[in-house]
């Protein structure tokens, strides 16, 4: 009963590849970008097996605080405070030095990086989730509906972020990592909740949108599982480049000394420990500051080399 | 009257005009202004008009995807407008439609598998297994192979896309589908196939069809009956071979004439309409069709004509065809054709 009179095409088609396929072949030949993805890689593994390499390659605690003058380490006597005083400097020991209070610097970045890279992944996850239900929501009911939720968007994307999060880390009595992640997470939903209002505006009034209302798909089951899968490739983008931000974000509220509290060490409380003692120690901002510097960038990279691959047009 | 499957009434879809900072609504586009027309269980209801005349529109709101603005749409005896959440619902599994756009329509990030179970699943018609054999089957029924079903829609071609969006369609067994425009956006030689597939379909599933169109000659084909609308309404409707004969609406006679003849020889007489279709922000009065009209009467403008039966089923909507003025002015109305066609002589 079925024809199947177009057979003949069916043939043409078997070879085609997939959108992923394709997309994985533009970011393959992208070098830079495979360059942050893998300097990302390389941080998280740092990261998450901190304790195995401070016990077993650095060898020293990131909270242990060598004062004495002299300390043995495998049979040497080493210098852990020079004759002014002053901490010391990179040497095969602490290969980047030591602070003011004697701690491993190298420890403490890797440490910190936990920190940080953690405070950032998740305030990222915390701001596309709000922004993900926010935008879709907004731009799915339309009229009144979107009204007020875009004006409310408005509204908070009208505040300086970095005051509004100073302000809240300020009212917020105790600054726990978790108080610090919501913070992060909520001063930076609107970027993304814009994002997907966009997307999802001009995706419902798609006809697979229509066709699955036409089968009796409910409004949850359209936005959810209908719409969302359509925007896996711009959210993808964005949050890759919204953890570079964070990153940037979570140090700089740990500068001004309203993100993580000592001595848990995070990039960027470790810089302003060492920010007053910069021309007499520089080891202390420096390699936390290159440590910022090269995880950011590494984001970056991973976020335009995707943006690229999954999404051309936005070239 | 058990029969009739779908009766649409006096349906209206006014989309409003907004304007400035604070959206006033400053108009409104009559996309559907007083639709009427049935459909007979098991027939193809053909509906023709030129874009923009609210043929995609009135399909809409008969599957209530858009809000109605008045009237009444009656499906195999109930009410489809005063339906809860619910009936709703279940409406939905004994209505569907066929969208034009073969390439919009299928959800780019979703397999073919995954849209017809969607359907399956949305209605619990089949659980486990069970689907998987239902998915294999319904491509089998439109003419694809059952491994298909893990491809995404970008690795197909126009046509098969289009047996896709049928093959969805029919996964809830629908007693009535909405076919709009489903072979406008197709090859010549595709369209055939996808044409000669409903029509397979129709008979192994006794469907009924609302047929949306703007070719003739495709309408033609597959339609028991065609109706014309133009500007929001049907101005004629009747079974398809008489509409193709005897038009009895002037608009309707000028399209017929537009239609090619596949025959050197053959000298047809072409209608040229003079003007463009009005815009439906602001229809004329009385008869929608007057500005254009070659036949028009002095009441055109005041007078908005009914559907009326001009006996064996053939409906026109025009003054021209009015028992008063059939019988008072019967003969004037001939002088008025000939006149016409002089000045244009002339």
């Not at chain 1, 997470?185 to 066709?211: C, D, H, P, S």
Request: proline share 5%; charged share 20%; hydrophobic share 45%.
């Amino acid at each position: 009963m079925s024809s199947t009179a177009d057979n003949s095409s069916f043939a043409a088609i078997e070879p085609t590849s997939s959108f992923r396929q394709q997309a994985w072949q533009r970011f393959r030949r992208d070098r830079l970008a495979i360059a942050g993805g893998l300097l990302i890689l390389l941080f998280i593994a740092l990261a998450s097996a901190a304790p195995l390499v401070v016990k077993y390659g650095t060898q020293h605690s990131p909270f242990q605080q060598h004062m004495m003058d002299k300390i043995t380490v495998g049979g040497k006597l080493i210098d852990v405070v020079d004759d002014d005083g002053l901490p010391v400097g990179p040497n095969r020991v602490f290969l980047f030095g030591a602070d003011l209070t004697g701690r491993d610097v190298l420890s403490r970045v890797i440490y910190g990086g936990r920190v940080s890279l953690l405070v950032a992944l998740l305030a990222t996850a915390v701001s596309l989730f709000i922004g993900l239900v926010w935008g879709t929501v907004a731009a799915y009911y339309g009229g009144p509906v979107d009204a007020t939720l875009s004006r409310l968007m408005e509204l908070m994307m009208a505040f300086p972020i970095l005051l509004l999060a100073i302000a809240l880390a300020s009212a917020m009595q105790t600054s726990s990592l978790l108080v610090v992640v919501l913070i992060i997470g909520f001063v930076n939903w609107t970027y993304i909740g814009r994002i997907v209002r966009g997307q999802v505006l001009t995706l419902r009034k798609r006809e697979f949108v229509e066709a699955a209302r036409a089968l009796g798909a409910g409004d949850l089951h359209i936005m959810f599982r209908v719409i969302l899968p359509n925007l896996m490739a711009p959210l993808i983008v964005y949050t890759t480049l919204a953890v570079a931000g964070n990153i940037l974000f979570e140090t700089a509220l740990s500068f001004l000394g309203l993100g993580v509290q000592p001595p848990t060490p995070s990039w960027g409380n470790m810089i302003r420990e060492g920010m007053s003692y910069y021309n007499v120690a520089w080891w202390i901002t420096v390699f936390p500051g290159l440590a910022i510097l090269f995880t950011v960038l590494a984001f970056n990279l991973l976020g335009d080399g995707l943006r690229d691959a999954l999404d051309p047009r936005l070239k | 009257m058990t029969d009739m499957l779908l009766e649409v009434k006096n349906l209206k879809k006014h989309f409003p005009i907004r304007k400035g900072l604070f959206s006033r609504i400053v108009g409104h586009v009559k996309a559907v202004d007083g639709l009427d027309l049935f459909i007979k269980r098991g027939e193809t209801l053909g509906l023709v008009g030129e874009s923009g005349c609210g043929k995609t529109t009135a399909g809409r709101l008969i599957l209530r995807l858009l809000d109605v603005t008045e009237g009444s749409v009656t499906f195999d005896g109930r009410d489809v407008l005063a339906m809860g959440r619910k009936e709703l619902r279940a409406l939905r599994r004994e209505m569907q439609i066929i969208f034009q756009d073969p390439y919009g329509s299928l959800n780019p990030r979703m397999t073919v598998g995954g849209m017809l179970s969607e359907a399956i699943r949305i209605h619990k018609l089949a659980s486990g297994d069970a689907v998987k054999k239902r998915v294999a089957e319904l491509l089998e029924i439109v003419g694809l192979s059952p491994h298909h079903s893990r491809r995404y829609p970008h690795e197909f071609s126009g046509g098969q896309r289009q047996r896709i969006g049928v093959a969805r369609a029919l996964a809830v067994n629908p007693k009535f589908i909405i076919a709009d425009e489903p072979v406008s956006a197709l090859d010549v030689s595709i369209q055939a196939q996808i044409i000669n597939l409903l029509q397979d379909l129709q008979k192994q599933f006794q469907l009924t069809y609302l047929f949306i169109a703007h070719d003739l000659s495709v309408v033609k084909h597959i339609s028991d009956r065609v109706a014309v609308m133009y500007l929001g309404r049907i101005v004629e409707l009747a079974e398809s071979s008489r509409l193709y004969e005897s038009p009895k609406h002037p608009y309707t006679r000028a399209l017929m004439s537009a239609v090619p003849i596949a025959d050197p020889g053959a000298k047809g007489k072409r209608i040229i309409l003079l003007g463009d279709v009005p815009s439906p922000a602001n229809p004329p009065s009385g008869c929608p069709f007057h500005p254009r009209c070659r036949e028009r009467l002095p009441r055109c403008d005041k007078v908005v004509p009914q559907l009326r039966d001009q006996g064996d089923g053939h409906y026109v909507s025009c003054l021209l065809y009015t028992p008063e003025f059939q019988s008072s002015s019967g003969r004037l109305g001939k002088s008025v054709i000939i006149d016409s066609d002089d000045q244009k002589k002339g």
